[in-house]
């Protein structure tokens, strides 16, 4: 049997999924607003700035990839308009589900796959732009995951990795003390669940950091690949582009 790890667990490979489904079937009920306080608001700022670098314009085709709540699908569609199409997509489908009902509250109505990144249910050569917020730390096989992100794209099509990454070293302590004594905390407190919450931190210590993941991209064929630190390295965009 091959392993992986959950957080700082090793792990079954085949049990990881079904552990990563548990945390986020728990978190999914109050997904957004433990994001506003545990990032004091900033992750909206983050993926302003990646719809900003995705250069979507009317009439692009995105895939929105762990999509969750449907922040990225929703500020996308906006973009698209009518004549363009985006595809909200997650492996877990209790928080597509909590997406799906935002989007349609927003009075828009998207295509909603529940679907594993490592297989993903459409063509060659499909879209303009991929994009994964933070999502692809929690993939088993992320070489796999980034491959198939590649096929679907179109030649010189866009992949946008948003993913919480290495921090500045002067932040390092004061990052892990928040992460390991506040995050849980928090989760205790306003999810009812401090499990969770000490997984999400664990699993951003064992996501490759900023230069690992462009090396990973461009082994599974990525042609020119650049990432931008925001808030001191706390979060990384990467974006790849397909030769």
Partial sequence: MSSTHFGFETVDENDKQRRVRGVFDS????????????????HRAW??????????????????????????ALAFAKKVGKSGQVVHTDINEAMLRTG??????????????????EKLP??????????VAFGLRNMTHKD?????????????????????????????KAYDWYSFNVLPRLG????GDDASYRYLA????????????????????????DYH??????????VGIRC
């Fill in 27 to 42: 978190v999914a009920p109050n997904y957004d607003v433990m994001n506003d306080l545990m990032s004091m608001g900033l």
């Fill in 47 to 72: 993926k302003a700035y990646t719809v900003l670098v995705s250069g979507v314009r009317e009439g692009s085709r995105v895939l929105d990839i762990a999509g969750g709540t449907g922040d990225l």
């Fill in 100 to 117: 799906r009902d935002r989007l349609i509250d927003a009075g828009v109505t998207l295509p909603t796959f529940v679907c594993d990144a």
């Fill in 122 to 131: 459409f063509p060659d050569d499909h879209f303009d732009v991929v994009s």
């Fill in 144 to 172: 796999a995951a980034l491959a198939e992100m590649r096929r679907v794209l179109k030649p010189r099509g866009k992949l946008l990795v948003l993913e919480f990454s290495k921090v500045a070293k002067p932040l390092e």
């Fill in 188 to 191: 205790k407190l306003v999810a």
């Fill in 202 to 225: 664990e699993s951003i210590r064992m996501h490759p950091g900023q230069q690992e993941l462009k090396t990973l991209m461009h082994k599974v064929g990525f042609g020119h690949v």
């Fill in 229 to 238: 630190n925001m808030t001191g390295g706390v979060v990384a965009l990467h």
